[in-house]
């Protein structure tokens, strides 16, 4: 319960932080947009497609699906700990064609739980 408790008032103070930032930055940031309709209209295709951008290189680095956990004091004393994308291989003695993936903190050649 407490473990809980204390993710969710980290990440409600993450979120606060984000916001008031977010607020602060909108008003001391002043753009300067050309004069015209066509210089105008060029400037917000600007504005697309470096916020389209930034979106595909968040999800280049996220991938598809979760995002990685924080492995920060998963793996013991082993470090550098990481996150890493692992395959769930059933105990099967057919091959299946696919498996499910999930993350696990990996240290050296070891996984941990996240």
Known sequence: MGVVRHRSHRLSVAFALFFVATALGSGLVVEVVPEGEEARTRHYLEQWEQAAAAVVARLR????????????????????????????????????????????CKCGNNLFMP
């Open 61 to 104: 680095v996220v991938g598809p699906g979760s995002s990685p956990p924080t492995c920060q004091g998963r793996c013991g004393r082993c470090f550098p700990c990481h996150p890493v994308h692992v395959a769930i291989q059933p105990w099967r003695s057919t091959p299946m064609e696919y498996y499910p993936e999930a993350w696990r």
